[in-house]
């Protein structure tokens, strides 16, 4: 094996976050400060490459050497949305099922002199980064392997939040503030009815961030819809009613992952995804046609969808600044040995709100999802709870608008320079 310093590869895995380029900034940025100061004036870390759409790159060694991008260009990450260098939904079977795959990605690191691996995702990016810490000691191939959390869901085990969830959460609840203010200006003789559906395939943290969207100085009549509560159509048409009774109108937050009284997702469209999951989508709509063919209220309704993920310029600061730290300290932990491992977020203070990072082990965390708590839904099952509120809040502060250029936010796009390949093709 090479006595230079070993390289490091990184990957983004799964949907998008408004700042997980944040978090490639951090790996890249770190491990060019580590570069330049290794101990005893070597360096610690040769180049960071990344992998072209994930481990889908890695797989077919379509690799970029991110040491050709100037160091303004790897700070821009910080405010650009999407994945700067490709993602993909691709889950690696066991090894007993598909050894050829391991020993490519194996074959890749050797070939490159990959010493460490950061992946960035979410729950089945963390059983990929577990997986190939695995196998790599069992091929005889010691790499350390970092997972990098992110995901819009909120649903990683073992860190007080995930990475992009803060952003998701601000955009959520100040659009339906918004859409309530509209909606209330109509509602005498039009629109009385706004839905607005929002992510969450089995957990509720973002329909319950678009409950911050109303407090104690914003009265707005607001329904909330979660995975984890069971629909009850003659619950919900009621308070409906009530609402609009009282208020003129009714706001409603759904999540996508709403589900039926037999189980099933209110909206489940028959395709499945890479990872084996449902497709879904329309259980908004769903619900605004309900409350028109049951009350005869006129309505409109929105899908979030992308937008909620890709607003980088209403990310929360908060948010920006842990997605940045988790990448720096995936660095940190792999250079003192650490395998098999994320970054995990530890709320030390809530008032004032402080936080910190430890390691979490990967077997803790691989194929485990964090659920929205009990405690946290209150109002019959359409609403927050004071402690939900508490948890929620500090996670959606501060503002850290992008740079603009001709009244648009300036997202500049890196060069992604390939790396040579030096193996044979692979079919994935």
Same mark, same amino acid.
């Given at each position: 094996?090479?006595?230079?310093?070993?390289?490091?590869?990184?990957?983004?895995?799964?949907?998008?976050?408004?700042?997980?380029?944040?978090?490639?900034?951090?790996?890249?940025?770190? !491990?060019?400060?580590?570069?330049?100061? *290794?101990? *005893?004036?070597?360096?610690?870390?040769?180049?960071?490459?990344?992998?072209?759409?994930?481990?889908?790159?890695?797989?077919?060694?379509? %690799?970029?050497?991110?040491?050709?991008?100037?160091?303004?260009?790897?700070?821009?990450?910080?405010?650009?949305?999407?994945?700067?260098?490709?993602?993909?939904?691709?889950?690696?079977?066991?090894?007993?099922?598909? /050894?050829?795959?391991?020993? /490519?990605?194996?074959?890749?690191?050797? #070939?490159?002199?990959?010493?460490?691996? =950061?992946?960035?995702?979410?729950?089945?990016?963390?059983?990929?980064?577990?997986?190939?810490?695995?196998?790599?000691? /069992?091929?005889?191939?010691?790499?350390?392997?970092?997972?990098?959390?992110?995901?819009?869901?909120?649903?990683?085990?073992?860190?007080?939040?995930?990475?992009? =969830?803060?952003?998701?959460?601000?955009? $959520?609840?100040?659009? +339906?503030?918004?859409?309530?203010?509209?909606?209330?200006?109509?509602?005498?003789?039009?629109?009385?009815?706004?839905?607005?559906?929002? +992510?969450?395939?089995?957990?509720?943290?973002?329909?319950?961030?678009?409950?911050?969207?109303?407090?104690?100085?914003?009265?707005?009549?607001?329904?909330?819809?979660?995975?984890?509560?069971?629909?009850?159509?003659?619950?919900?048409?009621?308070?409906?009613?009530? %609402?609009?009774?009282?208020? *003129?109108?009714?706001?409603?937050?759904?999540?996508?992952?709403?589900? !039926?009284?037999?189980?099933?997702?209110?909206?489940?469209? *028959?395709?499945?995804?890479?990872?084996?999951?449902?497709?879904?989508?329309?259980?908004?709509?769903?619900?605004?046609?309900?409350?028109?063919?049951?009350?005869?209220?006129?309505?409109?309704?929105?899908?979030?969808?992308?937008?909620?993920?890709? !607003?980088?310029?209403? @990310?929360?600061?908060?948010?920006?600044?842990?997605?940045?730290?988790?990448? &720096?300290? @995936?660095?940190?932990? #792999?250079?003192?040995?650490?395998?098999? $491992?994320?970054?995990?977020?530890?709320?030390?203070?809530?008032?004032?709100? /402080?936080?910190?990072?430890?390691?979490?082990?990967? #077997?803790?965390? @691989?194929?485990?999802?964090?659920?929205?708590?009990?405690?946290?839904?209150?109002?019959?099952?359409?609403?927050?709870?004071?402690?939900?509120?508490?948890?929620?809040?500090?996670?959606?502060?501060?503002?850290?608008?992008?740079?603009? &250029?001709?009244?648009?936010?300036?997202?500049?796009?890196?060069?992604? $320079?390939?790396?040579?390949?030096?193996?044979?093709?692979?079919?994935?």
């Amino acid at each position: 094996m090479s006595q230079r310093p070993r390289n490091g590869l990184y990957a983004q895995s799964g949907g998008m976050t408004a700042v997980i380029n944040a978090s490639a900034a951090g790996v890249i940025e770190t !491990a060019r400060s580590f570069a330049k100061a *290794g101990k *005893g004036g070597r360096p610690a870390i040769g180049k960071i490459f990344a992998g072209r759409n994930g481990i889908l790159g890695v797989l077919t060694e379509d %690799l970029i050497d991110t040491s050709r991008e100037s160091a303004s260009a790897i700070s821009a990450l910080k405010h650009t949305p999407g994945g700067a260098f490709g993602s993909c939904r691709y889950k690696l079977k066991g090894f007993d099922e598909n /050894r050829v795959q391991f020993e /490519r990605l194996i074959e890749v690191f050797r #070939a490159h002199d990959i010493g460490y691996f =950061f992946y960035n995702g979410g729950n089945d990016s963390a059983d990929t980064c577990y997986k190939v810490s695995k196998i790599s000691a /069992r091929l005889g191939y010691p790499v350390s392997c970092i997972h990098v959390p992110k995901t819009v869901d909120n649903d990683l085990a073992l860190t007080d939040n995930s990475p992009g =969830f803060g952003s998701v959460a601000k955009y $959520v609840a100040t659009s +339906m503030r918004e859409a309530a203010f509209d909606i209330a200006s109509m509602a005498k003789t039009s629109t009385k009815i706004f839905v607005m559906e929002v +992510m969450g395939r089995h957990a509720g943290w973002i329909t319950a961030a678009v409950g911050l969207a109303a407090d104690k100085g914003h009265d707005i009549p607001l329904l909330l819809l979660f995975p984890e509560v069971i629909f009850d159509e003659k619950r919900f048409l009621a308070r409906v009613a009530a %609402l609009v009774r009282s208020h *003129g109108y009714c706001c409603i937050g759904v999540s996508e992952g709403l589900r !039926a009284p037999d189980g099933t997702f209110f909206s489940e469209v *028959g395709i499945k995804d890479a990872f084996g999951h449902a497709q879904l989508g329309g259980a908004g709509e769903l619900v605004a046609k309900l409350v028109r063919q049951k009350l005869g209220y006129k309505y409109h309704w929105a899908l979030a969808d992308y937008l909620q993920r890709s !607003a980088r310029h209403l @990310a929360s600061k908060t948010d920006l600044e842990q997605s940045y730290a988790v990448g &720096r300290a @995936a660095v940190e932990y #792999a250079l003192r040995g650490l395998n098999a $491992v994320m970054p995990a977020l530890r709320r030390t203070s809530q008032a004032p709100y /402080r936080w910190t990072l430890t390691p979490a082990p990967l #077997a803790r965390i @691989a194929n485990r999802e964090k659920k929205l708590p009990a405690s946290f839904i209150g109002a019959g099952g359409f609403g927050i709870t004071g402690k939900a509120r508490e948890y929620l809040v500090p996670l959606v502060q501060g503002e850290s608008p992008p740079p603009y &250029r001709n009244g648009l936010p300036d997202y500049p796009v890196l060069k992604n $320079v390939p790396v040579p390949k030096r193996l044979g093709v692979f079919t994935v």
